[in-house]
């Protein structure tokens, strides 16, 4: 149904309040969340998804907000929750870091509404994180909000941070070996990370492993003992001789040359790796949304 519900819930404020995004004055803030949010949620009243808002306070005087998105179809006690961050380092655009995951996420969006959502049998839930830049903020926020029978509805978390390094690999999350000191990853992480590596090897595509420190938005989630996965192609790292050869570029030079920078531009994605990591990811998510997935807990 062409439904939206916009709940605003500003620092301060009680209760939620439904609508559109409607006090942008007060939603200002780090990166692009408050306008693109804004977008998203116009676009939502065309098209079927029910949208809330959250906000946050960051620091200082700070606020921003998450973008939260649910299908109308699916079980809503077995979430497969798909994340993005929304927001960049205020020295640069952010086209790469993160316009990339949060733009795939629309892109899904969109395919699973021309699939039909009558064969979810899973609700699917698009987040858009605030603050990530800032200490994973929005995700630990939204983490931290939820009560025992919302954290056991989220079956797994997926996460996508920086889709199209120019210089960069293929990187599924190593779910099966967290490096995260005394944080090991809830069991079922490696089941994802198996899912997107078999997906490429039927591709004929190469992978490689990413390591899986919590430095992105599913470090929450896998605190939570939430299972989680997603995809990377490099941020500030620099590719091996080895890695070179498995998916071309120049060893010896870092993955994302404008990693934090100005120059994040829309020159700075592989579009080329882009759109494979995208089929990959909505793969995946519809795989995931249309078959039985074990509940989490
Ligand atoms: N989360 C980092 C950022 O947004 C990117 C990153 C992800 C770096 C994973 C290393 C490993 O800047
Ligand atoms: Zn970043
Ligand atoms: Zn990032
Ligand atoms: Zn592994």
Redesign the pocket.
């Known amino acids: 149904g062409a439904s939206a519900v916009v709940i605003y819930n500003g620092p301060g404020e009680k209760g939620p309040v439904n609508g559109t995004l409607n006090k942008p004055s007060t939603l200002p803030v780090i990166g692009p969340s408050h306008k693109v949010g804004a977008a998203l949620a116009k676009a939502a009243e065309k098209g079927g998804l029910h949208l809330r808002v959250r906000t946050d306070t960051v620091h200082g005087e700070r606020r921003t907000a998450n973008v939260i998105a649910d299908t109308d179809h699916g079980r809503g006690d077995n979430v497969v929750l798909v994340g993005a961050?929304l927001d960049s380092?205020p020295a640069g655009p952010g086209i790469n870091?993160?316009g990339t995951g949060a733009a795939a996420l629309l892109a899904i969006a969109a395919k699973i509404k021309e699939l039909g959502e009558d064969g979810l049998r899973n609700r699917v839930r698009f987040a858009w994180w605030g603050a990530?830049?800032e200490g994973l903020r929005g995700s630990t926020h939204y983490v931290k909000s939820l009560s025992p029978s919302d954290r056991k509805s989220i079956a797994l978390a997926l996460n996508f941070?920086?889709l199209g390094s120019v210089n960069g690999t293929r990187g599924v999350y190593d779910g099966d070996h967290s490096v995260r000191a005394g944080v090991r990853a809830p069991a079922g992480s490696g089941a994802i990370e198996k899912m997107f590596r078999d997906y490429f090897e039927r591709r004929h595509l190469p992978t490689t492993e990413?390591?899986f420190?919590g430095?992105?938005d599913y470090g929450p989630f896998v605190e939570a003992g939430i299972p989680a996965g997603g995809m990377?192609t490099g941020?500030?790292?620099v590719k091996t001789a080895a890695e070179a050869e498995a998916f071309g570029g120049s060893a010896g030079k870092p993955y994302d040359p404008c990693?934090?920078k100005k120059c994040d531009r829309l020159k700075n994605v592989n579009l080329k790796l882009l759109d494979s990591n995208v089929d990959a990811i909505a793969h995946v998510t519809q795989h995931l949304a249309r078959t039985t997935v074990a509940v989490n807990g």
């Open positions: 961050h380092v870091d993160n990530e830049e941070d920086m990413h390591v420190d430095r992105s990377a941020a500030e790292g990693y934090h």
